[in-house]
């Protein structure tokens, strides 16, 4: 199954806040042996988010949401999810159940919106303060604040996903070649992702002042072919002329 991140809301888009999620998202996804495949951003401008939600419900791919779930006017994630699959929101027996051991006496109606989710949907369990977030057709509608939703996402990969976790075996591993162009290694990529079966990657960087410049050429695939193209790339490399290093060595330089 392929997996995607949608992070919602102005204020990433404007720049008021800097998003952290993306980057938590691979890392929680990696340790399980599994890989993002793609990312989107969205304000809070309901058309386009409900826009964007009907092309990820379509697509069959498990999808994380981070923001705006909550009750404020500019919350607009529940709504949108709704709309996107053509349901009503409703409030959710054990979301209300939750809400109303957090809050007691004071589970006013208000504070009672925050469980109202589309039909159909299941909660997500938030241990920092129980008010839940929702997952409907493999899509898990988490909070915008990292201490909640980064411990609920975990929740849904071991609880959902668990079968997934490091069910295909994955390698990936690269050497720094060192004032070379791309355009020069062109050829020896094509050849070793045809021989190898391995997907090819180069990232040039131009080392900044104190750094060297360099292109991180790797390759990511199952294990043995990717250990097989490396042994491959590096005595190509060296009958090529091009000097080259570990990118162990070269970043213990920098």
């Known amino acids: 199954m ?21 980057v938590k998202a691979v890392e929680l996804l990696k340790a399980r042996g599994l890989a993002l495949s793609w990312a989107r951003y969205c304000g809070d401008e309901r058309p386009r988010l ?6 990820t419900f379509t697509s069959g791919d498990v999808v994380f949401s981070f923001g705006g779930i909550g009750a404020t006017p500019d919350d607009h994630t529940r709504q ?29 109606a208000q504070r009672l919106v925050m469980g109202e989710f589309p039909v159909g949907s299941q909660i ?3 241990p920092y303060n129980r008010i839940p977030g929702f997952g409907i057709c493999e899509h898990w509608f988490l909070p915008g604040f990292p201490e909640m939703s980064w411990p609920m996402m975990e929740w849904v990969l071991d609880t959902h996903y668990r079968h997934l976790h490091h069910a295909q075996a994955w390698a990936e591993q690269s050497i720094a070649v060192l004032h070379a162009h791309e355009s020069q290694l062109l050829d020896l990529m094509n050849a070793w992702q045809t021989r190898f079966g391995v997907t090819i990657f ?14 991180e050429l790797g390759a990511k695939g199952e294990p043995e072919a990717v250990a097989a193209a490396m042994v491959a790339m590096r005595e190509d490399i060296s009958r090529s002329g091009h ?3 570990e990118m162990e060595a070269l970043q213990s330089q920098q």
Do not use: Y
């Not at 919602?8 to 999620?21: Q, T, V």
């Not at 709309?83 to 589970?107: K, N, P, S, T, Y």
């Not at 990232?203 to 002042?209: A, I, N, Q, V, W």
């Open 243 to 245: 000097p080259w290093c």
């Open 202 to 215: 180069s990232l040039p960087s131009l080392g900044g002042k104190e750094g060297r410049r360099h292109i």
């Open 124 to 126: 997500i369990p938030n």
């Open 80 to 108: 949108c999810a709704a709309a996107a699959l053509g349901v009503e929101l409703a409030l959710h027996a054990d979301a209300e159940r939750e809400i109303r051991a957090r809050f007691g006496d004071e589970a006013n």
């Open 50 to 55: 409900i826009e964007t939600l009907r092309q």
């Open 2 to 22: 392929a997996f995607g991140v949608l992070i919602i809301g102005d204020e990433i888009l404007s720049g008021r806040r800097a998003d952290k999620h993306l």
